[in-house]
């Protein structure tokens, strides 16, 4: 059994998953401290269904994109790194079992869905079946906005890891929406993007011959480059806009701090870099994603208790 799961996480990719859970209790946070309401098991059916949101959208991924030959580019591709798992591209799983896993994964996500609706209202499923057809069809035919570089992924990201889960989570504990919790979604919701940009400048150029059209490829790499800049910076923006408008406590501009690693990043990388120079951005971004939505949950936390 362990030795299962063991394959499963990396199957799935199951390290990233702070990336969905921290929005989730950005908006269960925000729930709890301006309405005073925290329902326990609401959190919990709400937690498990983001996690399998946040895993299927990672193995559809895999999936397709081992349908479409872009993952056998990136292995093919000299210096290029790949970001799947490798578990279809290596031969390690049958591909019939990963779609089986793969749409298990939906299956759990619809059914947290259907639960929640039954208790907070039918609204909460408009989340759900927005956040399935943008992780099927991100890759998937045929749509793939993700391979057409006008910028529909990066839209498609922060609305299914910042806008949704976070006003998602906050309907589920009151029952209402509210401007609050959409503004509180821009930090994290900009910084998650901020990381899935990223990541396409670790095989941009397998992905040009693949014909997956990223931003990094529409635009080539050094004005790419600027846009990953300029997005961090609108990141950390957005969170003194949210506590000038008292969305946040003023402590939680300690969250500030956990731009200095990706700004140092950036200052060491060259207009052209070979794939490789991006794993350090890479482990960055996302470490300053979580810390960022980390010091931000703390923060409302220690506001609604004090």
Not at 213 to 241: D, K, P, Q
Request: proline fraction near 4%; charged fraction near 10%; charge should be positive.
């Amino acid at each position: 059994m362990m030795e299962k799961w063991t394959l499963f996480k990396k199957a799935s990719r199951f390290g990233v998953i702070p990336v969905m859970l921290i929005p989730v209790i950005l908006g269960t946070a925000g729930a709890y401290v301006w309405q005073g309401v925290f329902h326990p098991f609401l959190f919990v059916i709400t937690f498990v269904g983001a996690a399998a949101a946040h895993l299927f959208s990672n193995m559809v991924n895999d999936l397709w994109d081992y349908r479409n030959g872009t993952d056998t580019e990136a292995h093919n591709t000299p210096g290029a790194i790949s970001t799947n798992s490798g578990f279809l591209s290596g031969g390690v799983m049958r591909e019939s079992l990963f779609a089986l896993l793969t749409w298990g994964l939906l299956a759990l996500a619809v059914c947290c869905g259907v639960l929640l609706s039954l208790y907070s209202g039918w609204e909460i499923l408009w989340f759900v079946a927005g956040g399935a057809l943008i992780a099927y069809f991100y890759v998937a035919p045929p749509l793939q906005f993700g391979y057409r570089g006008k910028g529909y992924s990066e839209l498609a990201i922060f609305l299914a890891f910042g806008l949704m889960p976070v006003l998602g989570a906050y309907f589920v504990q009151t029952g209402e929406f509210s401007l609050k919790p959409v503004l509180l979604s821009l930090p994290i919701g900009l910084l998650t993007t901020l990381l899935l940009f990223n990541h396409h400048f670790l095989h941009w150029r397998a992905d040009q011959q693949a014909g997956k059209r990223t931003l990094v490829v529409v635009w080539g790499e050094r004005r790419a480059l600027i846009f990953s800049r300029v997005l961090l910076y609108l990141s950390y923006a957005s969170l003194i806009v949210c506590v000038l408008l008292d969305v946040l406590p003023v402590y939680a501009l300690l969250a500030l701090l956990t731009a200095i690693a990706p700004v140092q990043v950036y200052r060491s990388l060259q207009p052209q870099n070979a794939s490789a120079a991006y794993l350090p951005l890479m482990g960055a971004s996302q470490r300053a994603s979580v810390r960022c939505g980390m010091i931000m949950a703390v923060a409302l936390l220690i506001q609604g208790l004090i």
